[in-house]
């Protein structure tokens, strides 16, 4: 039987490993020592099912990441410095671009 990523998500970790036991993959062989969050991503691997990931829209999230590179060299330069000031501030700015990447994220 076929598989989507998100109903192997939404089963147990002993169907999971059932799955694992009936298809017989090398690569599972300690399926039955293996946690879901373990044993998801090589069973999604070993039956060629693309595994989930969060999509974000409406942000440029290059540019936001291009951001928070540049204000973590501040941050560093702040800490160097001992200059809490301008510390609390890039913190600051971080927090809200994390935030708002999180906001965006499907």
Known sequence: MAYTYDELKDKTVGELREIAKDTGHDDLKGALQMN????????????????HHHVVTGIDKPGLKAKMRELKKQRDAALEAQDHDTLKDVRRQLHRINHEIRAHMD
């Open 36 to 51: 879901k969050e373990h044993l998801l991503p090589v069973l999604c691997r070993v039956l060629g099912i693309q595994t």
